[in-house]
Nanobody
Framework: QVQLVESGGGLVQAGGSLRLSCAAS????????MGWFRQAPGKEREIVAA????????YYRDSVKGRFTISRDNAKNTVYLQMNSLKPEDTAVYYCAVRSGTDARLWVGRYDYWGQGTQVTVSS
């Protein structure tokens, strides 16, 4: 069973930066695609970014392209989300997740395991 724990959230002013981390444990975790999702109050959860297990492929939703960078360090069983130029609309609970499927389209398929989430609040 895969277990995920997010950290690094907090309060930041617009234009600032945060780096989220997701520590993972579980068998064959390094072979899984991993993603970051977020959910704002009253809204559905949406994908933010995803990365293949090798790190060779990434996906970003349009609203974060050029501002966010997803990366992973399989030796540390950790995935990161570097968030720069943050905007108030980025405010949400951010979740990391693991997908065991093989679809190259990282934005589809079921993400099977989820962390508990970490709050990101961006003030204007």
């Amino acid at each position: 069973q895969v277990q995920l724990v997010e950290s690094g959230g907090g309060l930041v002013q617009a234009g600032g930066s945060l780096r989220l981390s997701c520590a993972a444990s579980g068998r064959m975790l390094s072979r899984y695609a991993m993603g970051w999702f977020r959910q704002a109050p009253g809204k559905e959860r949406e994908i933010v970014a995803a990365i293949s297990w090798s790190g060779g492929s990434t996906y970003y939703r349009d609203s974060v392209k050029g501002r966010f960078t997803i990366s992973r360090d399989n030796a540390k069983n950790t995935v990161y989300l570097q968030m720069n130029s943050l905007k108030p609309e980025d405010t949400a609970v951010y979740y990391c997740a693991v997908r065991s499927g093989t679809d190259a389209r990282l934005w589809v398929g079921r993400y099977d395991y989820w962390g508990q989430g970490t709050q990101v609040t961006v003030s204007s």
